[in-house]
């Protein structure tokens, strides 16, 4: 890795976008903890510093603050928001404290010449969001931007190197905003943008493989996007040092296990072991109807299950997880311990402490979008890459209630005919997700000559960006009729079929 810039996190809700936007510049970039030293960056060998924003006011008693160091490492340093009254505070300037936090647009004039604003235009709207306020610059440094409530909304030291930004040249609302980041990285920076993912490829292989030498990977494949994705990369640079574990546990989609194999076995010729407990995971799940319970015993028993398949498999020395960038990296709570949260259920309960092996996440430096296109530059196909969500305690949460073989065997069949339905279409991929939840109710129904009294089956399929807020896909009503018509004629025991038409929130995607 030749470029770098580095992004140190004081806790902005849009540090990571900062980072994203340079790598769409194909300029590779990391966030940072605030407080990395100077030593560190100037040995990862980086290009450029980013000071990221932040909530907290350079007044505050536990202020987050930088290494001074940074300012002698001799490349450019830019400040953005809260990052630049911290470089004009340490640097000699006076920060004066708002009693008004200043929030949303402004209007942006560039009064003299500057690398940062080179081909764009004099006049544009900016985002703000701060408290404080630039009142005297330090030494060397000029104003070269200005908005209706600051005189230092753009300042440099183009000497020393220094750059800062009162708005946020990062957020959509801000024009021009990616051009800002641009001037920076090429103009300033001396950036060449070569980083790309084959690159990155090529990267990571090769630190993996110094990292693990001789030695042996196992990994829990669950067939989502993240760990097919890590066990394509990892297969890639280590090839048979690789074991994947994939645990039946009875709870998967219609034929997901039989695809599983066929992909990482057949396809790519990888180790893979297929531990099938459907039995095991069945009988501990029996008279449990609380959703909790169900996440609860179906964790406990994958663990165990995982920990008896790798002491088959004999030495083993590291576990690896598809851990993505947004999973470790969150906002740094200031004030507070700064350690990045990690969030629960991406780590496998523990697992790795408990067997003495030591973690490998040969994603975790990238975002989602970021480890869908490495999978396609892998091979793996859209079916995979592109994959709908599911949870891991699977199709548990979609049987209401009790699970019970013939409710499993219910949900699993009306699923696969939403899906198939889904991607002849073409909806599958366009939502976030999309699939049938059994329901423990029985209701009226005439077929033939005959009264029946079967199960209902509910169908939830949501637009989404993130899982956090979804709604309800607005599907045309003859596709809806297709599905309903095809389930309750072709799945055993269905005699009704119903449409889950709420929010998120204050519903939620799940129906457990
Ligand atoms: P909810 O139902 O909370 O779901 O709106 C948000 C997203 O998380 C998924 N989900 C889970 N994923 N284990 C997982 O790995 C779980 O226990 C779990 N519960 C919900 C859900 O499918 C949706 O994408």
């Given at each position: 890795m030749s470029e770098i810039i580095a992004v140190l996190d004081f806790g902005s809700q849009y540090t990571q976008v900062i980072a994203r936007r340079l790598r769409e510049c194909n300029v590779y970039s990391r966030v940072y903890r605030y407080d990395t030293g100077a030593g560190e960056l100037r040995s990862d060998g980086v290009t450029g510093i980013i000071l990221s924003g932040g909530p907290s006011s350079v007044f505050a008693e536990n202020a987050p603050v930088p290494d001074r160091g940074i300012f002698d490492l001799g490349v450019p340093v830019l400040g953005i928001c809260y990052g630049l009254q911290l470089m004009a505070h340490i640097l000699g300037g006076t920060v004066g404290k708002s009693v008004q936090r200043e929030y949303g647009r402004g209007t942006l004039t560039v009064g003299s010449r500057s690398e940062?604003?080179?081909?764009?235009?004099?006049?544009?709207?900016?985002?703000?969001?701060?408290?404080?306020?630039?009142?005297?610059l330090p030494a060397n440094f000029h104003a070269v931007a200005r908005t209706e409530n600051s005189d230092f909304a753009a300042i440099e030291d183009e000497e020393g190197r220094c750059y800062g930004l009162q708005f946020h040249p990062e957020v959509f609302h801000t024009?021009?905003?990616?051009?800002?980041?641009?001037?920076?990285?090429?103009r300033i920076c001396r950036c060449r943008?070569?980083?790309?993912?084959?690159?990155?490829?090529?990267?990571?292989?090769q630190r993996i493989r110094e990292r693990v030498g001789e030695r042996r990977v196992i990994l829990g494949l669950s067939g989502g996007v993240d760990s097919s994705v890590a066990a394509a990369l990892l297969h890639r640079a280590i090839g048979d040092q690789l074991t994947c574990v994939f645990v039946d546990n009875g709870l998967l989609r219609k034929n997901e296990v039989e695809a599983v194999e066929k992909l990482f076995g057949e396809n790519f010729h990888m180790n893979l072991v297929v531990a099938r407990e459907a039995d095991l995971f069945l009988d501990r799940l029996k008279g449990i109807t609380d959703p909790e319970k169900k996440r609860k015993v179906i964790g406990n028993t994958f663990i165990e299950v995982f920990e008896a398949e790798v002491e088959k498999i004999g030495e083993v020395d590291f576990l690896a997880q598809g851990?993505?960038?947004?999973?470790?990296?969150?906002?740094?709570?200031?004030?507070?311990?700064?350690?990045?949260?990690?969030?629960?259920?991406?780590?496998?309960?523990?697992?790795?402490?408990?067997?003495?092996?030591q973690i490998i996440e040969p994603l975790n430096q990238l975002f989602k979008d970021e480890v869908r296109k490495l999978g396609e530059e892998l091979g793996l196909p859209r079916s995979v890459v592109w994959r709908q969500p599911f949870p891991g305690p699977g199709l548990a949460v979609r049987v209401i209630g009790e699970l019970t073989p013939h409710n499993l065997q219910i949900v699993r069949e009306a699923d696969a005919i939403l899906i198939e339905e889904m991607k002849g279409a073409d909806y599958y991929y366009k939502v976030w997700q999309s699939f049938a939840v059994f329901l423990p109710v029985q209701t009226v129904g005439v077929m033939g000559d005959e009264r029946t009294y079967d199960y209902v089956v509910a169908l939830r399929i949501v637009e989404s960006i993130d899982a956090m807020t979804a709604d309800w896909a607005h599907l045309p009503h003859a596709f809806l009729q297709k599905v309903s018509s095809r389930i309750i004629n072709e799945v055993e025991g269905v005699n009704r079929v119903v449409l889950d038409i709420s929010s998120k929130p204050p519903s939620t995607i799940e129906w457990e």
């Open positions: 940062l604003f080179s081909g764009i235009p004099r006049s544009l709207r900016v985002w703000n969001s701060h408290g404080d306020k630039l009142i005297k024009e021009y905003g990616t051009d800002i980041l641009r001037n920076f990285l090429f943008g070569d980083w790309t993912m084959a690159g990155y490829i090529d990267m990571a292989v851990t993505i960038y947004p999973d470790i990296i969150e906002s740094v709570p200031i004030g507070g311990n700064p350690a990045a949260l990690i969030k629960s259920h991406h780590n496998v309960g523990g697992l790795p402490e408990r067997m003495k092996l």
